[in-house]
């Protein structure tokens, strides 16, 4: 029997010890610092008669790109990229178009408070690209933000290819993109 309270007792001081470390190691939650990421969906872009060089791949790039661009900040909970495209791909033109209600709805499907929604203006694979964003508030239907961006390569395209258009032409973009949107909506 007192072996057995012995046992007891030593189990008590033990949960005790690792429950104190356990909540010595959690983040205070009377913290000022505000740790809540923005919840983003990233459609994938429609491409304008213009950008008829932008292939299938060349638009998962963008958007994936992007995507990741924007989760770099630390500001952005972005939603998986696949989960996105399910949600967009029957309505992709209405949710890239005029209207925001499409995008409203994929963002209330997706459960986020902003959906970047966008349509490549121009896709040249000789090393130019031009890119027209819009954020959409979910919880209002209204515009955030809208955006034109452009950029060319300094460095001649050898190939014209997926690669090269994502390394000397979409990344400045994206990374001007994200740096935008981070200062717009924080």
Do not use: C, W
Request: no cysteine.
């Amino acid at each position: 029997m007192k072996r057995m309270m012995n046992n007891l007792i030593a189990v008590v001081i033990l949960g005790t010890a690792l429950a104190g470390g356990a909540l010595a190691q959690s983040p205070s939650t009377g913290s000022s610092i505000k740790t809540e990421k923005v919840q983003m969906a990233v459609v994938e872009f429609t491409p304008e008669p213009n950008a008829s060089g932008m292939t299938t791949e060349a638009k998962r790039q963008l958007q994936a790109s992007i995507a990741f661009r924007l989760m770099k900040t630390n500001r952005f909970h972005v939603v998986d990229v696949r989960h996105t495209r399910e949600a967009s791909q029957a309505d992709l033109v209405a949710v890239n178009g005029a209207s925001t209600a499409a995008a409203v709805r994929v963002g209330k499907q997706l459960g986020v408070s902003y959906v970047l929604t966008g349509t490549v203006v121009e896709y040249n694979t000789k090393g130019s690209a031009t890119l027209k964003t819009r954020l959409v508030e979910v919880a209002t239907g209204k515009v955030k933000h809208t955006d034109e961006l452009s950029h060319q390569s300094p460095k001649e395209m050898r190939t014209g290819g997926d690669v090269e258009m994502k390394t000397y032409v979409l990344l400045p973009i994206t990374l001007r993109l994200a740096e935008t949107l981070t200062a717009e909506i924080l």
